[in-house]
């Protein structure tokens, strides 16, 4: 709490309607976390945001056990800008 940049509440008022995901402890596994993104209509084939004014929470480990912590990094770091541009 206080660190807006870690800890955010998101009121109902500013959901509005916007879908809301949560993902929690992907642990590297970025290939798992796309497939899963992209069935639920949030990113197309190549990865890029198709989630509209959505709001998707990573919560949890994103690093470690899985093959691509790296990647998964980069990836939500990408998407939220990605994201961001799109309202």
Same mark, same amino acid.
């Given at each position: /709490?206080?660190?807006?940049?870690?800890? %955010?509440?998101?009121?109902? %008022?500013?959901?509005? &309607?916007? /879908?809301?995901?949560?993902?929690?402890?992907? #642990?590297? #596994?970025?290939?798992?976390?796309?497939?899963?993104? =992209?069935?639920? &209509?949030?990113?197309?084939?190549?990865?890029?945001?198709?989630?509209? =004014?959505?709001?998707?929470?990573?919560?949890?480990?994103?690093?470690?056990?899985?093959?691509?912590?790296?990647?998964?990094?980069?990836?939500?770091?990408?998407? =939220? =800008?990605?994201?961001?541009?799109?309202?």
């Amino acid at each position: /709490p206080g660190d807006s940049s870690i800890w %955010r509440v998101i009121p109902e %008022r500013e959901l509005e &309607g916007r /879908p809301l995901l949560v993902v929690s402890d992907i #642990h590297g #596994h970025l290939k798992k976390l796309k497939n899963f993104l =992209r069935s639920a &209509g949030f990113i197309d084939d190549q990865g890029g945001w198709t989630g509209g =004014r959505a709001i998707v929470v990573v919560n949890g480990d994103q690093i470690n056990k899985g093959p691509d912590s790296y990647g998964v990094v980069m990836f939500v770091r990408d998407l =939220r =800008r990605q994201a961001k541009k799109a309202g």
